[in-house]
């Protein structure tokens, strides 16, 4: 126990400086992108979405099936556009908190963005909606399409978001592919197949094709692959920790900024903390693991928590009024009540596999199965025999670790995550790269126990080193 409150100790020591560093230099770099960006030229962004609705890059009310054209999203799209657009409001607010439209007198966000959008732009009805501060996010998201979509239209701006995403996601394929070639067998070539393994489950069941162009996720996910990047193509766990948790910081702060609570926080969670396992090369990291599993945990979430609050003091500064409850009252409906248990979030997430399946209901439960049965079989062939490499046990823990994190996540906000199923289960690509990792583990455990000398125990050495670290 007491080393556990040492090792938090010294995690929140070293994260909170670059937290709140991190926090404050992306709050202000958003406002002033606000600055910058908002409102978009009134003509030029009023004819821009008017030839989308004319083309149906814009549909007159929210499309609920994933659609390879407009992507998956449209409702968030039409609100970051109604974000872009001139509010009439000062501009101290809309520089803090970017506004969307609301029926007069209602004060609700519970209506379709789309439908509201098509009838301010095609019909006219502009009087019948007033602006409204959206306080729940940073809205990093509403600057690039307020710059962006008056000079490249709806879905120019749509394809470009798609280019940079398929471009990351090619890249750090390709790079991890590559050094996995250059490396001699052991664990800095596994590493590299597993970040291949990573991206290719991105690549083909992350739904990519769908919420890469949408413009409240196609902006943080490069921020995600940045991180995973980092992981892998570094050394963190010998990395000295001011950098290592700058970094961390940096990414979450990014990622906070530009999220729409479309699921990227949970996947850079849960995947960052299996990452970190994967850079283990020898005893010597697996003593340096638990520290710097801490180090991470306690930078991401110090991050997005000081984020936050310099957002709701600012607001409250600006707007006034209760800001602090009326975001406490949308997180505690976030995180659910008796009507959302688990099981009818498993139904839901499962109805929405189509997003991840390639379009395809069937073939996305499928790989969700294929995945879940990977990582069971692989974690019962990798702990079932006490000759396995510890390393290798080590890693395996901490990859059950971070999809056990995964799953709590969406329990935790079990609401959030069943009303808004179609985004949300993206995130379970870490779950699905993560058992197939944990069978590549499996058989890299199977292939040292046959080369290993007859009579030598690996496990008995591994407890023999975690009782020595454990005394140090």
């Given at each position: 126990?007491?080393?556990?409150?040492?090792?938090?100790?010294?995690?929140?020591?070293?994260?909170?400086?670059?937290?709140?560093?991190?926090?404050?230099?992306?709050?202000?770099?958003?406002?002033?992108?606000?600055?910058?960006?908002?409102?978009?030229?009134?003509?030029?962004?009023?004819?821009?979405?008017?030839?989308?609705?004319?083309?149906?890059?814009?549909?007159?009310?929210?499309?609920?099936?994933?659609?390879?054209?407009?992507?998956?999203?449209?409702?968030?799209?039409?609100?970051?556009?109604?974000?872009?657009?001139?509010?009439?409001?000062?501009?101290?607010?809309?520089?803090?908190?970017?506004?969307?439209?609301?029926?007069?007198?209602?004060?609700?966000?519970?209506?379709?963005?789309?439908?509201?959008?098509?009838?301010?732009?095609?019909?006219?009805?502009s009087d019948a909606f007033e602006a409204m501060p959206y306080q729940r996010y940073i809205s990093a998201f509403a600057a690039p399409a307020a710059l962006l979509v008056p000079r490249l239209g709806v879905a120019g701006y749509r394809a470009l978001l798609a280019a940079v995403n398929y471009a990351s996601v090619l890249s750090i394929l390709g790079a991890c592919l590559f050094f996995a070639r250059?490396?001699?067998?052991?664990?800095?070539?596994?590493?590299?197949?597993?970040?291949?393994?990573?991206?290719?489950?991105?690549?083909?069941?992350?739904?990519?094709?769908?919420?890469?162009?949408?413009?409240?996720?196609?902006?943080?996910?490069?921020?995600?692959?940045?991180?995973?990047?980092?992981?892998?193509?570094?050394?963190?766990?010998?990395?000295?920790?001011?950098?290592?948790?700058?970094?961390?910081?940096?990414?979450?702060?990014?990622?906070?900024?530009?999220?729409?609570?479309?699921?990227?926080?949970?996947?850079?969670?849960?995947?960052?903390?299996?990452?970190?396992?994967?850079?283990?090369?020898?005893?010597?990291?697996?003593?340096?693991?638990?520290?710097?599993?801490?180090?991470?945990?306690?930078?991401?979430?110090?991050?997005?928590?000081?984020?936050?609050?310099?957002?709701?003091?600012?607001?409250?500064?600006?707007?006034?009024?209760?800001?602090?409850?009326?975001?406490?009252?949308?997180?505690?409906?976030?995180?659910?009540?008796?009507?959302?248990?688990?099981?009818?979030?498993?139904?839901?997430?499962?109805?929405?596999?189509?997003?991840?399946?390639?379009?395809?209901?069937?073939?996305?439960?499928?790989?969700?199965?294929?995945?879940?049965?990977?990582?069971?079989?692989?974690?019962?062939?990798l702990f079932r025999s006490e000759r396995s490499d510890p390393l290798l046990r080590g890693t395996g823990f901490v990859l059950l670790l971070s999809v056990v994190l995964l799953a709590g996540w969406h329990l935790v906000f079990r609401n959030h995550s069943t009303i808004h199923s179609e985004f949300m289960v993206r995130s379970f690509v870490w779950w699905n790269a993560a058992g197939w990792i944990?069978?590549?583990?499996?058989?890299?455990?199977?292939?040292?126990?046959?080369?290993?000398?007859?009579?030598?125990?690996?496990?008995?050495?591994?407890?023999?080193?975690?009782?020595?670290?454990?005394?140090?």
């Amino acid at each position: 126990m007491r080393a556990t409150a040492k090792i938090v100790g010294r995690a929140l020591t070293a994260a909170l400086p670059a937290s709140v560093i991190a926090a404050v230099l992306v709050f202000v770099a958003a406002v002033a992108m606000n600055a910058a960006a908002l409102p978009a030229p009134a003509e030029r962004l009023d004819a821009r979405m008017r030839e989308a609705f004319a083309t149906g890059a814009l549909p007159d009310r929210h499309v609920y099936d994933p659609d390879r054209r407009i992507g998956a999203l449209t409702w968030n799209d039409c609100l970051i556009l109604m974000m872009a657009m001139d509010p009439g409001r000062p501009r101290s607010e809309i520089l803090v908190s970017p506004m969307i439209r609301t029926p007069n007198g209602t004060r609700t966000t519970q209506r379709d963005a789309c439908r509201m959008l098509h009838d301010i732009v095609i019909e006219g009805r502009s009087d019948a909606f007033e602006a409204m501060p959206y306080q729940r996010y940073i809205s990093a998201f509403a600057a690039p399409a307020a710059l962006l979509v008056p000079r490249l239209g709806v879905a120019g701006y749509r394809a470009l978001l798609a280019a940079v995403n398929y471009a990351s996601v090619l890249s750090i394929l390709g790079a991890c592919l590559f050094f996995a070639r250059r490396s001699r067998a052991g664990p800095r070539r596994r590493k590299f197949l597993a970040g291949a393994v990573l991206f290719a489950c991105i690549l083909v069941f992350g739904g990519m094709e769908f919420y890469a162009q949408g413009f409240g996720i196609g902006l943080a996910d490069p921020f995600v692959y940045g991180l995973f990047a980092a992981l892998l193509f570094g050394r963190p766990l010998r990395t000295g920790r001011r950098r290592f948790v700058t970094i961390t910081a940096a990414a979450f702060a990014l990622v906070t900024a530009f999220e729409f609570w479309t699921g990227q926080l949970p996947l850079a969670f849960a995947g960052g903390v299996g990452l970190l396992a994967l850079d283990m090369e020898d005893e010597a990291d697996l003593a340096a693991l638990p520290q710097r599993l801490a180090d991470f945990a306690a930078t991401a979430l110090a991050t997005v928590f000081l984020l936050f609050a310099i957002k709701i003091a600012v607001a409250q500064a600006v707007f006034g009024g209760d800001i602090l409850g009326d975001f406490m009252g949308e997180l505690e409906l976030r995180a659910g009540s008796a009507d959302y248990g688990p099981f009818n979030l498993f139904l839901h997430l499962a109805g929405r596999a189509d997003h991840v399946g390639q379009g395809s209901l069937v073939l996305g439960l499928l790989n969700g199965l294929a995945g879940t049965v990977a990582l069971g079989v692989g974690a019962v062939r990798l702990f079932r025999s006490e000759r396995s490499d510890p390393l290798l046990r080590g890693t395996g823990f901490v990859l059950l670790l971070s999809v056990v994190l995964l799953a709590g996540w969406h329990l935790v906000f079990r609401n959030h995550s069943t009303i808004h199923s179609e985004f949300m289960v993206r995130s379970f690509v870490w779950w699905n790269a993560a058992g197939w990792i944990m069978l590549m583990l499996a058989a890299a455990a199977r292939s040292r126990r046959a080369e290993a000398p007859e009579g030598v125990d690996q496990s008995s050495a591994g407890r023999a080193f975690a009782r020595k670290t454990s005394r140090s």
